[in-house]
């Protein structure tokens, strides 16, 4: 008995322990997503610019080109709450639509948001090479979509 009481005292601590390092996660662990990338995603550019960490925020904005023409843009930041990190979303300045940091490393970084339709989860990935991958996926018209963005690191957009 008391050896089963030991092992739950145990659990418990480390899952408190958990818990604690994922609530005081630090932003700067994010600041590889920062820059200005861009690739093709069909017969359209898309472009993301991402500012570095500071005031516990990343702030970012997206745009899609078909031709010289702007087909979407997006508003978006990363920032710190008490209750974790969130990857907040605003698809051509819409309301805000907030995904929770679920899951990260040095490498990744995954955001859920599983009472929204589609996306419900937003991954960005740096490989290796450099290429940075954007992935969203979700429910559509009830069925699962998945769709990734390949972006290549850019020369700064205001430098010439």
Same mark, same amino acid.
């Given at each position: 008995?008391?050896?089963?009481?030991?092992?739950?005292?145990?659990?418990?601590?480390?899952?408190?322990?958990?818990?604690?390092?994922?609530?005081?996660?630090?932003?700067?662990?994010?600041?590889?997503?920062?820059?200005?990338?861009?690739?093709?995603?069909?017969?359209?550019?898309?472009?993301?610019?991402?500012?570095?960490?500071?005031?516990?925020?990343?702030?970012?904005?997206?745009?899609?080109?078909?031709?010289?023409?702007?087909?979407?843009? !997006?508003?978006?930041?990363?920032? /710190?709450? #008490?209750?974790?990190?969130?990857?907040? @979303?605003? &698809?051509?300045?819409?309301?805000?639509?907030?995904?929770?940091?679920?899951?990260?490393?040095?490498?990744?970084?995954?955001?859920?948001?599983?009472?929204?339709?589609?996306?419900?989860?937003?991954?960005?990935?740096?490989?290796?090479?450099?290429?940075?991958?954007?992935?969203?996926?979700?429910? !559509?018209?009830?069925?699962?979509? /998945?769709? #990734?963005?390949?972006?290549?690191?850019? @020369?700064? &957009?205001?430098?010439?």
């Amino acid at each position: 008995m008391m050896a089963t009481m030991r092992k739950l005292i145990l659990l418990g601590c480390l899952s408190g322990l958990g818990l604690f390092a994922q609530s005081t996660q630090d932003l700067a662990d994010l600041a590889w997503i920062s820059g200005h990338w861009g690739g093709p995603v069909g017969r359209a550019y898309s472009e993301e610019s991402w500012l570095v960490p500071k005031g516990n925020a990343m702030l970012g904005l997206s745009r899609t080109m078909v031709g010289e023409r702007m087909v979407a843009f !997006e508003f978006l930041r990363i920032e /710190k709450r #008490a209750d974790g990190i969130y990857y907040v @979303a605003q &698809p051509n300045g819409r309301p805000p639509t907030d995904f929770k940091l679920t899951k990260s490393t040095s490498t990744l970084a995954v955001f859920e948001n599983p009472k929204h339709d589609h996306p419900k989860i937003i991954t960005y990935e740096i490989k290796e090479s450099g290429t940075l991958v954007a992935t969203i996926e979700g429910d !559509e018209r009830g069925q699962h979509k /998945k769709q #990734a963005f390949t972006f290549q690191r850019l @020369a700064d &957009p205001v430098k010439k």
